[in-house]
Structures are given as structure tokens and as C-alpha cells.
């Protein structure tokens, strides 16, 4: 079975600063990994997503995220946060087997950025 | 392009009776995903259509169905309600269904039970 954990179920950090946030999942098979960002009463919007060709993907909005194979990690950065950032933060693993796939998420990152 | 469409956008029912949900997909997408997400429980897959055909299912009870129809848009149904099943479903299409397909949501639909 494939699982997501995300660390941190609130992250705050200060306009400016360093946005991470940190995304482990165990699959017994190379995953693709996507992080999905969610603004209050919206549905959610795809920032980036590993497929295996780069270890570093960047994404929209300055987001980036790099795939750890030896650390099963897929953290999510941005070197300067803005207020606008302010949302909830899904990392996901989608993974075939027995003929079908699921998207798997994470239980979400709430990132607060302070003025 | 126009996005995902759902609705209604809000719900509101008593618990016992049933609720419809509508979902459209991005033209040309084929496939279209089920989720709920409630308070304190993160998103929960539902269900997974493509080409017309149920291809997935999560782990929720019968009373949880839909169904999708020949111009690729999909319906939610929940029957005998329960209060545990006001939620925002939120509903995603791809292209066609890959593993590494990526899913494009909707804003989702707000269903309290009261």
C-alpha cells in the first residue's frame, strides 16, 4: 500500500523567509508525486509534479520540490514567501496496481505567513 | 478553457434523504474523480469514472454511487444521509486516466447534513 505523510499540520513562517514543506510517502515502486495547493473555500490547484524525468521540478509561483529516492521525501520549498501564500498544501503519490491507480493524498499543510 | 464545473455550489439536506451531486470535466477529459474531504479526515477518494465506467472505488459504503454519462460528465449520489457525510466533495478530471495523468479540480460542493 502507498501512503503520504506530511509533517506538520501548521507551518508559519514570516513574509520573506524560507517556505518548507516536507512530504515523505513509502511506495515499493517509483511514484509520481504531486503537490496540490488549496485557498480557503476552493478546490484545489496543481503546483508541481515529479514523473520521473527531473529530480528537481519546479512548479508555478516559484515553487520547486525535489525528489529524494534514498529519503523517500518530495519537500516542497519557495525562497521567499509571499501573504498570498497563506493556503493549504496537499502532497499526493498516484501509483498503478491490479489494473487500476489511485491518487493518494497527504493529510495537508497549513501555511501561515506572517507580516 | 473552462475548468471543472460543479453543482450546486451549496447543499443542504436532513438526514435519511438523498443528495446529487453534477460534475464537469474539462473538454475533452475522459475521466472524471470523486473525493470528499471532511473536516479532520483529509481527502478520502470516492470513486473513479472513465469512458462510462466505474474503473475505482474507495473505501465507502454502497449507499455512495454515480455514475457518468455518454458527454463524459458525472453524477454523486448519496442515499440515507448521515450527519458524518457533510463534507466538501470535490470533483477532478484528466485526460484519460493515466497513473501519471495529472487531476484538474473543481471548486466543489459544499453538503451539510443536518
Known amino acids: 500500500a502507498q501512503s503520504v505523510t506530511q509533517l506538520g499540520s501548521h507551518v508559519s513562517v514570516s513574509e520573506g523567509a524560507l517556505v518548507l514543506l516536507r512530504c515523505n510517502y513509502s511506495?515499493?515502486?517509483?511514484?509520481?508525486l504531486f503537490w496540490y495547493v488549496q485557498y480557503p473555500n476552493q478546490g484545489l490547484q496543481l503546483l508541481l509534479k515529479?514523473?520521473?524525468?527531473?529530480?528537481l521540478v519546479k512548479g508555478i509561483n516559484d515553487f520547486e520540490a525535489e525528489f529524494k529516492k534514498s529519503e523517500t521525501s518530495f519537500h516542497l520549498t519557495k525562497p521567499s514567501a509571499h501573504m498570498s501564500d497563506a493556503a493549504e498544501y496537499f502532497c499526493?503519490?498516484?501509483?498503478?496496481?491490479?489494473?487500476?491507480?489511485?491518487?493518494?493524498f497527504g493529510k495537508g499543510t497549513k501555511l501561515s505567513v506572517i507580516p | 478553457e473552462a475548468g471543472v464545473t460543479q453543482s450546486p455550489t451549496h447543499l443542504i439536506k436532513t438526514r435519511g434523504q438523498q443528495a446529487t451531486l453534477r460534475c464537469s470535466p474539462i473538454?475533452?477529459?475522459?475521466?472524471v474523480y470523486w473525493y470528499q474531504q471532511a473536516l479532520g479526515l483529509g481527502l478520502q477518494f470516492l470513486l473513479w469514472?472513465?469512458?462510462?465506467?466505474?474503473?475505482n472505488r474507495g473505501n465507502f459504503p454502497p449507499r455512495f454511487s454515480g455514475r457518468q454519462f455518454p458527454n463524459y460528465s458525472s453524477e454523486l449520489n448519496v442515499n440515507a444521509l448521515e450527519l458524518e457525510d457533510s463534507a466538501l466533495y470535490l470533483c477532478?478530471?484528466?485526460?484519460?486516466?493515466?497513473?501519471?495523468?495529472?487531476?484538474?479540480f473543481g471548486p466543489g460542493t459544499r453538503l451539510t447534513v443536518l
Open positions: 469514472y472513465d469512458e462510462g465506467e466505474e474503473r
Open positions: 473538454s475533452g477529459h475522459t475521466s
Open positions: 499526493a503519490v498516484s501509483r498503478s496496481g491490479a489494473g487500476s491507480y489511485q491518487l493518494t
Open positions: 477532478a478530471s484528466s485526460l484519460s486516466g493515466g497513473v501519471a495523468d495529472t487531476q484538474y
Open positions: 515529479y514523473t520521473s524525468a527531473a529530480t
Open positions: 511506495s515499493s515502486v517509483p511514484p509520481y
